[in-house]
């Protein structure tokens, strides 16, 4: 079974520009989380989805946005990019949900880079 | 607010076992979970615990106090390999809410 694909692998971008992420889940997995990695700040969530809905939102600006289509593949968008965004993207998915013991398979992450 | 506080490094020998300690303040618990990170991968799952006690998976095991808000990773046997980094994190609402992380250097 294929595991949860990220793309691109790595970004670099210059501020105010926007950048579009994608997550393709594993097979049957309907639940896709995004987390932001950061070596001072660890792992901080920025959505959830579960069949389209978004269940939960992280204290993330609204600069930070993402959906999900009917294939449960994801995307997230960051619009007018800061240095502060430069970060690992994260992308995990999970059957059911974090919310249960359903595990997060996680992507090998999108590195992003703003200059 | 919420939080989860564990240790930034534990430095261990191979073949020994070492014990990673998490205590947590959060709303909305469901479960704590562990997983491992080797420097420039992606987090693996390692554990879940969803009521007290102890779960064992081969060397790893992990144990949770919902009372006293507080679990733990023990690996046992240590092998060169489990060099890595190791998070506990919360299940949440809809979400994990993650630990800073702890380091595990292991020495031969």
């Known amino acids: 079974k294929a595991g949860v694909t990220q793309t691109p692998r790595y970004l670099i971008k210059t501020r105010g520009q926007q950048v579009t992420l994608s997550c393709s889940p594993i097979?049957?997995?309907?639940?896709v989380s995004w987390y932001q990695q950061t070596p001072g700040q660890g792992l901080q969530f920025l959505f959830e989805y579960f069949s389209e809905t978004q269940r939960n939102k992280g204290n993330f600006p609204g600069r930070f946005s993402g959906r999900q289509f009917s294939n449960s593949r994801s995307e997230m968008n960051v619009s007018t990019l800061e240095l502060g965004d430069s970060a690992l993207y994260l992308c995990?998915?999970?059957?059911?949900?974090?919310?249960?013991?359903?595990?997060?398979?996680f992507g090998n992450g999108t590195r992003l880079t703003v200059t | 607010g919420q939080s989860l506080e564990q240790p930034s490094e534990v430095t261990a020998v191979e073949g020994a076992i070492v014990q990673i300690n998490c205590t947590y303040q959060?709303?909305?618990?469901?479960?704590l979970s562990w997983y491992q990170q080797h420097d420039g991968g992606a987090p693996t799952f390692l554990s879940y615990?969803?009521l007290d006690g102890l779960e064992e998976t081969g060397r790893f095991s992990s144990f949770l106090s919902r009372s006293d808000s507080y679990g733990y990773l023990l690996l046992q046997e240590l092998q060169m390999k489990d060099s890595a980094s190791y998070f506990c994190?919360?299940?949440?609402?809809?979400?994990?809410?993650w630990g800073a992380g702890t380091k595990l250097i292991i020495k031969p």
């Open positions: 097979s049957g997995h309907r639940s």
């Open positions: 959060t709303s909305g618990f469901y479960g």
């Open positions: 995990a998915s999970s059957l059911a949900g974090p919310q249960t013991n359903s595990p997060l398979h």
């Open positions: 615990n969803g």
């Open positions: 994190a919360v299940n949440s609402n809809y979400q994990l809410i």
